[in-house]
């Protein structure tokens, strides 16, 4: 199975029959980057020179919370010894410029400030002895051969989103669209952080990431990671229903912006109606200092 990057590939055949090529991707692709323009130099700086970008003013006033809530405001309490951080995809091809989605997820990437938060949360949990989950995400050559998908799985798969050879081969893993981003590999790699088997659509209903975060006492989660609307939500939601109390950071997350609509600000929306707490990274930062 391929694992370029090369956005012009064909479509993957699919068992399916669906006809979802990369065309797609390449077409919003284009249309970020010729409606963002600024937006795309900011992160082309980022990666350069690796400076820190919180969110973006413009962000934080397009997704501003509602003056005046309808609904009761909830909150969680970080105990220590029973609070982890769980990132959920903190891989190249969601949070780089040479990821195969970047097309659709740049924009939202950048104006949140999602790569340098995530560092920084990763940074704030070692520094407090917070432990540390990670739920990745692979594809094998034999999750290419599914007979059904559904619309983002066909294109991950047309794509060659998170590709490797096959689960005990990481030929060509090194800098590939699988791989995590380089800034975050001294924290995920120390021989600390818990790196969980793959989830394969969105939730972490079959990879064993309940399973470890219960064998560890935890029952509170601090939840970043991509994508908003996709894997991060549905690992909230799976975490609810069994029984985890869940803060999301909201900035250290980020969705597509697609004419189907803006991930991002679709998350955003239900992160309020059901999480124990939606903070800023600066806010999640802070509380986790104090809870060491």
């Not at 030929?171 to 380089?182: I, K, V």
Request: net charge negative; with cysteine.
């Amino acid at each position: 199975m391929a694992t370029d990057h090369d956005h012009t590939r064909p479509s993957h055949p699919h068992a399916c029959g669906c006809g979802t090529t990369a065309e797609t991707v390449d077409l919003a692709r284009r249309r970020v980057l010729a409606g963002a323009a600024g937006a795309a130099a900011a992160g082309a700086a980022m990666a350069a020179g690796g400076v820190a970008s919180a969110a973006t003013p413009e962000a934080r006033a397009l997704y501003a919370d509602p003056e005046t809530p309808g609904l009761p405001q909830i909150d969680m309490e970080i105990a220590r010894g029973r609070t982890a951080l769980v990132v959920t995809d903190p891989q190249i091809d969601f949070l780089s410029e040479d990821g195969v989605t970047w097309g659709v997820v740049g924009e939202s990437v950048t104006e949140q400030g999602t790569v340098d938060n995530i560092e920084r949360l990763f940074a704030a949990a070692k520094a407090a002895g917070m432990p540390v989950f990670i739920s990745p995400h692979y594809y094998y050559p034999h999750d290419h051969k599914w007979n059904f998908e559904g619309t983002l799985e066909a294109t991950m798969h047309a794509i060659g989103m998170f590709d490797r050879p096959g689960p005990l081969d990481l030929t060509g893993f090194d800098n590939s669209g699988a791989d995590w981003m380089p800034q975050y590999k001294k924290y995920i790699e120390d021989g600390e952080t818990v790196i969980c088997s793959p989830h394969k659509v969105y939730s972490p209903a079959q990879n064993d990431l309940n399973l470890q975060l219960r064998k560890r006492g935890i029952d509170k989660v601090i939840l970043a990671g991509m994508s908003a609307n996709l894997c991060t939500q549905a690992h909230l939601y799976e975490l609810l229903e069994l029984g985890f109390e869940v803060a999301v950071v909201r900035d250290a997350t980020a969705g597509a912006k697609v004419p189907e609509g803006d991930g991002y600000l679709a998350a955003i929306i239900n992160f309020r109606m059901v999480a124990n707490g939606v903070w800023w990274t600066d806010d999640a930062v802070e509380r986790i200092a104090r809870s060491a």
